[in-house]
């Protein structure tokens, strides 16, 4: 009785703090609660020990214990932080002159493709010959006074569509004789450059363009030889999405597709270095990282983007940890092919190209010193001795054998926020451990700025809930087809609309979001790309071999294997490896979290 003492594994994670409290009796050791809460500031400074306490109370007040019942704590020892997860824009779109508007009015007159000639809807009636015109009226002209010099345009002049500055195309097209396509709110509608030909094309509702998205379909309305539809390639693919476009051919206007200089990355190993350009993509940036094993630290073209972003990392957590700069070294990024809508350069109508992007997320380790510091404060705060006990991956892999049906070799994937963590335990008990860049949280970015959404808490939720469509205010219908009907009538401003299916029947619209088939495969690639080529990279990393192929069992846990699709997408990708993989449940009831701080708590046990 005299050796039996309360203890606590304390893991600061990214994002979480979690608790384990644990009662050791000689040989004996019984979990009796455990504890979570967001980690305060950056993971692995003084920051964090606010979100200990309230962790530590967390788990204490389910068994209406205090700290001082407490006789020991261990924390995670140099746990790897996240830098930053950032996006290198590396292609532009840019018009030299007015030859394409593609943008989404809010309601667009009729619908179809018009051809013709530009005008301006005050000259109509000074056309004396056989015309196809495309009628632009300035704001200058109300749409009353436009629909009655258009309905009165002569015979020889045939009015195939309209280009309108004010928002009222639909008005317009009420007072029009015959119904044309008609695009509004182009505000700079003095930049249409007039007596060209030009196309216009307004998509039904609810559909996008199919004629002016299409370089044949330009080739088509235009009459352009293959040279020509080589050129306009650009224009199409930055009206690909739109509700409505306008595309016209000027003897000197241009889109190009440029790509711009996003600098380059430098990786350091202890005997070679290599460089790759940014805007080469995320294949190459990954190849690169991928021929040095033992990364030293990883630096960006100064003055260029990716230097910047490299740089205020380092300075991040320079200032954090009271430590020069060039002291900082980030150990791994992970860098994942994107898009993101950006304003087109020289455009009239405000319009969004996706422009190509490379998402990057790095890594620096934070060292057992700075972990030290956080373990004195809170001794001296709390009075027990707290000590540093144990690297992460290590502790993780202890905890990760809790779970029933493990057992040694075994591997485990730790899916957080900030990083995927990944160690080996071979039947003699050595642990072999990597720590990689990129995990949920660049899953949420990506989501973000593929959406173009203001807020990230959106884009989090969007990678956590399901989808579903509004069909009637009695049904809504799964994003995998299903269909729930409901006793009460839903809210009818959701009525039509994408939205999240949260806990309880919560149904959350995504506004401005146009179709759930197009958010459901960027969350899917979003967690593909971030988590496959983790898992895949970590365990090639701690495998004996460097292959894999030589791994039988890996155990996924971190509160990204919650995720309802990703654990399931790393399986998948596994399997073809023959390795079996699955969802932790940490013993036996945690599910896959908790693993890192059940392991501390374990080894307080081993050392008695
Ligand atoms: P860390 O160890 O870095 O603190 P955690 O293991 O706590 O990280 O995992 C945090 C990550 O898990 C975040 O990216 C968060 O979005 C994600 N996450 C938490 N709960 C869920 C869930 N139910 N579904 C999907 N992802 C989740
Ligand atoms: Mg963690």
Known sequence: ??????????????????????????????????????????????????????????????????????????????????????????????????????????????????????????????????????????????????????????????????????????????????????????????????GMTCAIEVAPQGTVLDTLSNPYGIATVFDLDSEETKRVVPIARSLIGSRSGVVIKTPTGDVQARSIKAGTINV?????????????????????????????????????????????????????????PDKIKIQDILAVDTFNPQKVIGGIADEFALENAVGIAAMVKSDRLQMEKIARVLTEKLNVPVYVGGVEADMAIKGALTTPGTSVPLAIVDM?????????????????????????????????????????????????????????????????????????????????????????????????????????????NAKKKVFVTNAVRALSKVSPTGNPHDIQFVVMVGGSALDFEIPNFVTDALSQYDIVAGRGNIRGCEGPRNAVATGLAMACLEEE
Request: proline share 3%; no cysteine.
């Open 1 to 194: 009785m005299g050796d039996m003492k309360y203890v606590a594994g304390v893991d600061i994670g990214n994002a979480t703090t979690e608790v384990a409290i644990a009662k050791i009796d000689g040989k004996d050791i019984e979990f009796i609660a455990s504890g979570i809460g967001p980690t305060t500031g950056i993971k692995g400074t003084l920051q964090n020990i606010s979100g200990v306490f309230m962790s530590l109370r967390n788990a204490l007040d389910k068994v209406g214990m205090d700290y001082s019942d407490l006789q020991e704590i261990r924390i995670n020892e140099a746990a790897p932080v996240i830098g930053d997860v950032a996006m290198e824009t590396i292609s532009q779109t840019v018009i030299t002159e007015s030859t394409v508007i593609g943008h989404n009015p809010s309601t667009p007159g009729g619908n179809g493709v018009g051809v013709g000639t530009s005008v301006l809807v005050t000259e109509l009636s000074k056309i004396t010959e056989e015309k196809d015109v495309i009628v632009v009226v300035p704001s200058s002209v109300s749409f009353a006074q436009a629909a009655l010099m258009m309905n009165g345009a002569k015979k020889n002049v045939h009015i195939t569509g309209a280009i309108v500055q004010e928002d009222d195309g639909v008005l317009l097209n009420n007072r029009l004789d015959r119904k044309i396509p008609i695009i509004d709110e182009v505000l700079q509608i003095e930049k249409v450059p007039l």
């Open 268 to 324: 350091v190993g202890p005997k070679k270095e290599v460089d790759v350009d940014v805007d080469e993509g995320a294949d190459k940036i990954m190849e690169a990282i991928a021929t040095i094993q033992d990364i030293q630290d990883i630096q960006g073209e100064t003055g260029t983007n990716v230097g910047n972003m490299l740089d205020k990392v380092r300075r991040t957590m320079a200032g954090l940890t009271e430590k020069s």
């Open 416 to 524: 957080g926020a900030g990083s995927t963590d990944a160690s080996i335990i071979n039947r003699e008990g050595k642990v072999k451990l990597i720590h990689l860049a990129g995990a949920g949280n660049m899953v949420s970015v990506l989501i973000q700025s593929e959406l173009g959404l203001d807020s990230f808490d959106r884009a989090e939720d969007i990678k956590k809930y399901s989808l579903a469509k509004v069909e009637s205010l009695f049904h809504i219908r799964h994003e995998d087809g299903t269909v729930q009907f409901f006793d009460k009538p839903l809210d009818p401003y959701i009525f039509a609309k994408v939205v999240l299916v949260k806990e309880n029947d919560e149904l959350v619209p995504l506004d401005g979001v146009e179709s759930l088939e197009k958010v459901k495969q960027i969350r899917i």
